[in-house]
């Protein structure tokens, strides 16, 4: 709990420190406090250039952080979150904490010159990087050391956004992948430590100012549903159309690393020069769209602008986030679509501005695959609350359609990409390379469905397993029993009321004999019992059993 506090105030400090960077560069090359609120606008450093300006910043901060993290810190480039998640799945929490300093200066100096990428993928990275050191300095568990960097996920995104419960469910839901009670406490901490640094500097304001949404009429409901089945196709659009540009840039650019940002620079600067609203992360941008301050084509405009701009950004050797990106790109989506019903049913459609809300979080969703941060953080970036069922309807909707035609997410693609899975063992790692049907031991003898609590007590605790399967009279496989759930059953049970094993067995997630033992070890290890049987691929029959001594075993046989 005390390193939980100290990491949320550490992020809490180091986001501070970034958005402070963030305005300096931006004021510095741009001569703005934002250029995207004064698209096309000269720049009073160099009123003689006019608007022409914005083809030299990019170039200009390409030559400064190019060669920052080509030296300092490789991993610093991009969008952060994904080596954020690498890191705690495949290497124990352990980031590097020259990340911090490198990926503060490195995406402010991107952002402040142009380059049309978001905050929290550097903060999320920051943060666990400060996480990831206090934890080797105090030398805790591997454990630890991930709940940690979560912590500091958490405590970025919560003082950056001043969104205290979002910072708490992004760690969880997309740094954990899990959910716990000590994790929720923990990540609870830094993100409230951090959420009150970050609003004695920025105060405690909403994010973006909206106006009252209502849904009016019934029929808004299906309007919203069909608007999260097209949001999740340009999510997962988005995500494929980043990692284009992405490899179209590594297939150009032959030369020397660092001066890769610099010279594709002259690329953004030509996106800019022609649609200036997508210089830096686009805040008061996307602010306008949701008042509805843009018509129809425009919007459309804006939306693939963002697209390309981002990638472009990224795919230059950029460093930012991709979360205000989708943000962005959902709330043009929403707002020209919103413009369109209302043409076509002015008496149901409702406010326009309500339309790109949900859009910003259905698009987000559709691209990273994780509702419960993209609902409450909308509900807290906007203190909106009145369109919340709309919301969570188009957000849900978004995330199952995405789920049905893409595997991985914008975050696990870029790392399928470099060949990690990670689902799959590290690189390297003594087990989880062989497959399930190489270290499985034989099916221990089912119990009936039809035995009793107090006999299959006995017989669990002579099997020498702390689970069983069950099968019906007729021998089908129906599930497995564990001995936890019997105990507890013979505790609540009256004496004299009889009770049958068959009414506690529960089906566990299938594993089946062909399927790689990485795969296996994640639902061995979620499940309640201390093995589950291997079912055959082809007729869903137990032939065999896993247990945490026979993965175990794995280790010797990879020897």
Sequence with gaps: MALAIVVGAGAGAGSVVFRWCIRT??????????????????NPHIPWLGPYFVLLTPVIGGLLYGPLVNRFAKEARGHGAPEVMLAVAQRGGRISPKVAVVKTLASALCIGSGGSVGREGPIVQIGSALGSTLGRVTKVTEGRMKLLVAC???????????????????????????FSAEAFGATVLASVTASIIGRAAFGDNAFLSLLDFHVDHLAQYGLFAVLGIVAAAVGVGFSRFLYLIEDACDWVWRGPEWLRPAVGGLALGVVLLALPEMYGVGYPVLEKATEGGYAVGFLLLLLVGKML??????????????????????AMLGSAYGIGVHHLLPHSAGAVGAYALVGMGAVFAGAARAPITAVVILFELTGEYSIILPLMLAIVLATAVSRLISRDTIYTLKLRRRGID??????????????????????????????????????????????????????????????????EALAEQPEGAPALVGQLSEPPAPITADQPLAQALHTLLSASGTGIPVLDADHGKPIGWLSHQSALRAVHTAA
């Design 25 to 42: 560069f931006t004021h510095l090359l741009s001569g703005h406090a934002d250029y995207a609120a004064s698209p096309g606008a000269d």
């Design 152 to 178: 500091g996920a958490a405590g970025g995104i919560a003082a950056t956004f001043n969104a205290p419960l979002a910072g708490v469910f992004f760690a969880m839901e997309l740094i954990l992948d899990t």
């Design 309 to 330: 701009a981002t990638s472009l950004t990224i795919g230059i050797g950029g460093s930012g986030g991709v979360f205000a990106p989708s943000l962005f790109i959902g």
């Design 422 to 487: 990670l689902e799959g063992p590290a690189p390297g790692a003594l087990i989880g390379t062989q497959y399930v049907s190489a270290v499985m031991e034989s099916l221990p003898s089912p119990l009936s469905a039809s035995t009793t609590l107090a006999d299959s007590a006995d017989l669990l605790s002579l099997s020498g397993h702390g689970a069983l399967p069950v099968v019906d009279d007729t021998g089908h496989y129906i599930g497995v029993v564990t001995a936890q759930a019997v105990a």
